[in-house]
T-cell receptor, first 118, second 118 residues
Framework: AQSVTQLDSQVPVFEEAPVELRCNYS??????LFWYVQYPNQGLQLLLK??????LVKGINGFEAEFNKSQTSFHLRKPSVHISDTAEYFC????????????????FGQGTILTVHP | GAVVSQHPSRVICKSGTSVKIECRSL??????MFWYRQFPKQSLMLMAT?????????EQGVEKDKFLINHASLTLSTLTVTSAHPEDSSFYIC??????????????FGQGTRLTVV
């Protein structure tokens, strides 16, 4: 079983400031990690994912995340945020794709609401 | 990228009636689909996994007789909330993947359906 903890439920920040949204996970097996963004009353948009290889992953809209296996973390960062980044962000994990149908069953964190102020 | 269309985006129904939500993969064959539920200010919780041509697998605590899932084709899965009650009001969202795809590393999400039972 896996679990995901997003340490901050809300993060307020001023425009053009850097931001880090924290995510820690727990799993007895290796996992793939994802960050999604959700705008109000909309579905989820994938920001980035870590499957293997380089621990620094770059995604869309200038976001990046670093996988730290020893700390079981996958924190999301952006060096300079915009008003349009205001949304809720979800960290999620799934076991690796081993060819079965269970891959893709995501376990989500509680979400972090990022509010960017002018 | 792969597109998943969910319909309707919003629905209001009377208590005791049934509501059907459709999830379609528009440009790929989704042999596996997932249904999630998101209560206000909470994270997404997996309800069930549906595989084309077979019965859905429900997560613990999800009533399979209340949440009927049909995945009769490679591009369509439906979730029917039967005898809906106000406590079923929630945001329902589906995701889909194609396990046969060589590039299968993520599930793609629909736009979600906001169900309000009055």
């Amino acid at each position: 079983a896996q679990s995901v903890t997003q340490l901050d439920s809300q993060v307020p920040v001023f425009e053009e400031a850097p931001v880090e949204l924290r995510c820690n996970y727990s799993s007895s097996v290796s996992v793939y990690l994802f960050w999604y963004v959700q705008y109000p009353n909309q579905g989820l948009q994938l920001l980035l994912k870590y499957l293997s290889g380089s621990t620094l992953v770059k995604g869309i809209n200038g976001f990046e995340a670093e996988f730290n296996k020893s700390q079981t973390s996958f924190h999301l960062r952006k060096p300079s945020v915009h008003i349009s980044d205001t949304a809720e962000y979800f960290c999620a994990v799934t076991p690796p794709n081993a060819g079965g149908t269970s891959y893709g069953k995501l376990t989500f964190g509680q979400g972090t609401i990022l509010t960017v102020h002018p | 990228g792969a597109v998943v269309s969910q319909h309707p985006s919003r629905v209001i129904c009377k208590s005791g009636t049934s509501v059907k939500i459709e999830c379609r993969s528009l440009d790929f064959q989704a042999t596996t689909m997932f249904w999630y539920r998101q209560f206000p200010k909470q994270s997404l919780m997996l309800m069930a996994t549906s595989n084309e041509g077979s019965k859905a697998t429900y997560e613990q605590g999800v009533e399979k007789d209340k949440f009927l899932i049909n995945h009769a084709s490679l591009t369509l899965s439906t979730l029917t909330v039967t005898s809906a009650h106000p406590e079923d009001s929630s945001f329902y969202i589906c995701s889909a993947r194609d396990p046969t795809s060589r590039g299968d590393t993520e599930a793609f999400f629909g736009q979600g359906t906001r169900l309000t039972v009055v």
